[in-house]
């Protein structure tokens, strides 16, 4: 078992920044690619982006990309989301992932989720 607990989330004004983090427990944190998600008020559940245990490459969401940053701290069993330059329909509950396969597409492991909320 992998447990994730997010922090971080909270309100901020538009075009302010935040930073997300989710610390793992439990399993070997180094080797589970770890991503983000959100989940907007009514509707489902959505890719934000992902970091690679392998080789630390970064993927991301179109909605998101050059405002938003994945980053990881093995040593600390922590992946980390900046957030830069938020918008409104940034506002979604985050969830923290972690998958072994790599690819995200059905993570084996899932946080509580935190929410955020971005004030026009």
């Known amino acids: 078992q992998l447990q994730l607990v997010e922090s971080g989330g909270g309100l901020v004004q538009a075009g302010g920044s935040l930073r997300l983090s989710c610390a793992a427990s439990g399993r070997t944190f180094g080797s589970y690619t770890m991503g983000w998600f959100r989940r907007a008020p009514g509707k489902e559940r959505r890719f934000v982006a992902a970091i690679s245990w392998r080789d630390g490459s970064t993927t991301y969401a179109d909605s998101v990309k050059g405002r938003f940053t994945i980053s990881r701290d093995n040593a600390k069993s922590t992946v980390y989301l900046q957030m830069n330059s938020v918008k409104p329909e940034d506002t979604a509950v985050y969830f923290c992932?972690?998958?072994?396969?790599?690819?995200?597409?059905?993570?084996?492991?899932w946080g509580q989720g935190t929410q955020v909320t971005v004030s026009s």
């Open positions: 992932a972690a998958d072994a396969s790599s690819s995200m597409s059905t993570p084996d492991y």
